[in-house]
């Protein structure tokens, strides 16, 4: 019989990458009917990034998974797979993730995508820190990106202000599980309810591409490509409810006490979302990574790009414990917990 070690997923790279541009919320304003004023107040967006004509997912996910590489103080040549988690493909195939492989010079190693919207890298964490305690892989790229600017509707106040563009990435290590040594991943829990898949979508721009659909309803923006709708007042009182109870669930999973969490690392929708999740794990705001002002939404960039800002800030310390928790389109909510094994 094969005797199998007992491996854990460390995070031993973290980096992330925001594009150029910036819009503010003063500039958005002389494009469409809305103030700073409303979005601040509303969401806590003072501004966002927006990938350059010529960049691509691929590009900005490349630039984040360079950095943590350097970070991880490794080369593309140490990498055995790579993931990225995005909503905005730079093609519809292949993967971004593939691309993205080519673009860091890596060869012949597997290169995936997954699609969770908003959740992709909770996903994306839960799915490779699995495939890493399985022993499949020593070293994994998981990459978020995204360039939500080119799936919206910029006529639209009501969406186009929520979201912006970028990427963060983390390279996860397998090490053999040391009792003595507690640190990295300890587990995930992952949920989807397809009964709210109206409330938070982006149709297909291809009209034959969503069988029985009349073409007519279809939403082409001026671009030409799909655009998110959104009934923002809904998805806004399910988001709350279910990260409340996700971050209970994976609490209790694990057997963990709020009072234990060092630090929340929540998905970057709106600040009165973040707040409420807070509130429920009784956490003081400083104990949360905040980048919504400067970011807005990034989708599945948006969690790794909150993890690098506190970590290039200096602020986590060996042996703290972070919460990931994100919620996004399908509904797909999910959330990990990781014990902080770099130094
Ligand atoms: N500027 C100015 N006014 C705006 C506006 C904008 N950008 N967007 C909407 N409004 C107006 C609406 O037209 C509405 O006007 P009315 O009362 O005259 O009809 C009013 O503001 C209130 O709209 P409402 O949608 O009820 O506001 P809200 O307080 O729910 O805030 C969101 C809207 C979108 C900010 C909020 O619902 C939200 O954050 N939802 C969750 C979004 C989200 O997280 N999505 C991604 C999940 S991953």
């Given at each position: 019989?094969?005797?199998?070690?007992?491996?854990?997923?460390?995070?031993?790279?973290?980096?992330?990458?925001?594009?150029?541009?910036?819009?503010?919320?003063?500039?958005?304003?002389?494009?469409?009917?809305?103030?700073?004023?409303?979005?601040?107040?509303?969401?806590?967006?003072?501004?966002?990034?927006?990938?350059?004509?010529?960049?691509?997912?691929?590009?900005?996910?490349?630039?984040?998974?360079?950095?943590?590489?350097?970070?991880a103080g490794l080369t593309i040549d140490d990498i055995d797979?790579?993931?990225?988690?995005?909503?905005?493909?730079?093609?519809?195939?292949?993967?971004?993730?593939?691309?993205?492989?080519?673009?860091?010079?890596?060869?012949?190693?597997?290169?995936?995508?997954?699609?969770?919207?908003?959740?992709?890298?909770?996903?994306?964490?839960?799915?490779?820190?699995?495939?890493?305690?399985?022993?499949?892989?020593?070293?994994?790229?998981?990459?978020?990106?995204?360039?939500?600017?080119?799936?919206?509707?910029?006529?639209?106040?009501?969406?186009?202000?929520?979201?912006?563009?970028?990427?963060?990435?983390?390279?996860?290590?397998?090490?053999?599980?040391?009792?003595?040594?507690?640190?990295?991943?300890?587990?995930?829990?992952?949920?989807?309810?397809?009964?709210?898949?109206?409330?938070?979508?982006?149709?297909?721009?291809?009209?034959?591409?969503?069988?029985?659909?009349?073409?007519?309803?279809?939403?082409?923006?001026?671009?030409?490509?799909?655009?998110?709708?959104?009934?923002?007042?809904?998805?806004?009182?399910?988001?709350?409810?279910?990260?409340?109870?996700?971050?209970?669930e994976v609490l209790d999973k694990y057997g963990i006490k709020?009072?234990?969490?060092?630090?929340?690392?929540?998905?970057?929708?709106?600040?009165?979302?973040?707040?409420?999740?807070?509130?429920?794990?009784?956490?003081?705001?400083?104990?949360?990574?905040?980048?919504?002002?400067?970011?807005?939404?990034?989708?599945?960039?948006?969690?790794?790009?909150?993890?690098?800002?506190?970590?290039?800030?200096?602020?986590?310390?060996?042996?703290?414990?972070?919460?990931?928790?994100?919620?996004?389109?399908?509904?797909?909510?999910?959330?990990?917990?990781?014990?902080?094994?770099?130094?």
């Open positions: 019989m094969a005797l199998y070690k007992e491996m854990t997923t460390h995070m031993i790279g973290v980096g992330g990458y925001l594009p150029e541009r910036v819009l503010s919320n003063d500039e958005l304003s002389t494009m469409v009917a809305t103030s700073d004023e409303w979005i601040r107040e509303r969401t806590g967006i003072c501004q966002r990034h927006i990938i350059a004509k010529d960049q691509y997912t691929s590009d900005l996910g490349a630039e984040a998974a360079k950095q943590a590489l350097q970070d797979a790579i993931v990225v988690a995005t909503t905005t493909p730079d093609l519809i195939f292949p993967s971004t993730a593939s691309i993205v492989q080519h673009k860091l010079g890596g060869k012949d190693f597997p290169a995936w995508d997954i699609q969770a919207v908003c959740s992709g890298f909770v996903y994306g964490l839960a799915q490779v820190d699995g495939m890493m305690r399985g022993g499949m892989f020593n070293r994994v790229l998981l990459i978020g990106a995204e360039s939500m600017s080119r799936i919206l509707d910029w006529q639209d106040r009501s969406t186009c202000v929520l979201f912006g563009d970028g990427a963060g990435a983390v390279v996860l290590e397998a090490r053999e599980s040391d009792p003595n040594h507690e640190g990295g991943m300890i587990g995930s829990v992952l949920h989807c309810d397809g009964s709210y898949r109206n409330l938070l979508m982006a149709k297909h721009s291809h009209p034959g591409a969503v069988p029985g659909e009349d073409a007519a309803n279809l939403y082409i923006d001026s671009a030409g490509v799909a655009a998110v709708e959104m009934k923002g007042n809904e998805v806004f009182r399910v988001a709350v409810t279910k990260l409340g109870e996700v971050v209970g709020q009072s234990e969490i060092d630090w929340l690392v929540p998905h970057q929708a709106n600040i009165r979302i973040l707040q409420a999740t807070a509130k429920k794990l009784k956490m003081n705001q400083d104990r949360m990574a905040v980048t919504v002002d400067r970011h807005a939404n990034t989708s599945s960039a948006s969690v790794p790009l909150a993890l690098n800002h506190i970590y290039r800030e200096g602020k986590l310390k060996l042996g703290q414990l972070l919460l990931f928790e994100a919620f996004g389109g399908g509904f797909a909510w999910g959330a990990n917990l990781v014990r902080w094994s770099k130094d």
